[in-house]
């Protein structure tokens, strides 16, 4: 039976539209980083090498790639980490120019995988459906550790006022958000869904005040 991360992993991917508090273990992903506008062509190119790889993986073993464990799935969601570059930071003055966004795209990978089968797909993915960026893609294991997250249902460009409720959320929790820096988990397809009807997980990490 597939592996469903919707299905299995509700806590994780589907939260409520309201800010709860959750301790997300590590995990394992592929991950590449950028800078720069989201709108923009270069951007979708990290996604592309993101997704070859992942969906590379789901499929090695149709393509002769044997892996001990391995079990049918479905591909984890796109997730990105982010933050705005040093110079945006000396200059903030309370907006931010997507222009001046640095990144970190991710796409979350089964237990199962491990070094050795990403390289064996990157090399098979670099012969049959080369990249420029597969080379920048990295395996890594992430912890989240303890955080406040939410369903931000709408534009993008609406963030603030979910993250207004989960900071709001932290101080009447007693934790304090640790940096600006954010998790969003990508649940619609852009290119497919009205931006008022765009499903974002949206994730902070956050400590005891009293730490």
Known sequence: ????????????????????????????????????????????????????LSYGIKMSPKKGIETDGFYDYTVYPLEGIWDINEEAKKNFKGTINKNDLVFKLMIRQPDFVHTTLVD????MTKEKKPHRLLDNVTFEEIEDGK????????????????????????????????????????????????????KTVLRFQVEDLKA
């Open 120 to 123: 064996k797909v990157r090399a």
């Open 147 to 198: 955080c406040i997250q939410m369903l931000h249902l709408g534009s993008y460009d609406d963030e603030p006022k979910s993250f207004k409720a989960m900071e709001d959320f932290a101080a009447e929790s007693g934790l304090k958000r640790l940096s600006k820096i954010h998790r969003e988990i990508y649940l619609s397809d852009v290119r497919k869904v009205a931006p008022e009807k765009l």
């Open 1 to 52: 039976m597939k592996y469903e991360w919707r299905k299995r992993e509700k806590k994780i991917y589907l939260p409520k539209n309201k800010p709860e508090l959750i301790d997300v273990p590590t995990y394992k992903f592929l991950t590449i980083e950028g800078e720069g506008n989201p709108n923009s062509e270069s951007f979708a190119e990290y996604v592309a090498a993101l997704y070859a």
